[in-house]
């Protein structure tokens, strides 16, 4: 069994993909519209996101932008994407990258686990933690 993470957007699918492109060294590897879709008539904006995947190095997800009657944000839990990092180097690049627009919850610092690691809301309201264990 393997899970993937689908990150649901409210109109902003294809401009949070080419930001996290940027910021974790990655590719949107499909993205299909509403638009002469199956299912057009769902569409806020025909030309919003029905369905996307990305990659970058150890990070798949997919994602699509929510449709009329679709998923909306709920106070039922907290899901934040984890990224772990083998160099301290890397997670401060990262950390900077997403960091732009963003809510930082917690800057990176050492930590009493042995890693460094911080937290922050992106701009497109996605949480991430970001984790480098100490060798």
């Known amino acids: 069994m ?3 993470a689908y990150i649901i957007f409210n109109g902003q699918c294809e401009e ?3 930001f ?5 060294n990655g590719e949107i590897k499909s993205l299909m ?3 002469n879709s199956p299912a057009e008539a769902m569409a806020k904006d025909k030309q919003n ?3 996307a995947s990305f990659a970058a190095p150890g ?3 997919m994602a ?7 998923p909306e944000a709920s106070n039922s839990g907290m899901i934040h994407l984890s990224l ?6 890397d997670l401060e690049k990262t950390f900077g990258k997403l960091s732009d627009g963003a809510r930082i919850t917690m800057p990176p610092q050492e930590t009493f686990w042995g890693a460094k690691f911080g937290m922050l809301q992106d701009k497109f309201g996605i949480n991430w933690m970001l984790n480098c264990e100490r060798k």
């Open 2 to 4: 393997t899970m993937t």
């Open 16 to 18: 949070a993909l080419h």
């Open 20 to 24: 996290y492109a940027a910021a974790l």
């Open 33 to 35: 519209r509403y638009e």
């Open 49 to 51: 996101v029905i369905h």
């Open 59 to 61: 990070v798949i997800f």
């Open 64 to 70: 699509s932008d929510a449709g009329k009657g679709g």
């Open 84 to 89: 772990n990092f083998n160099e301290v180097a």
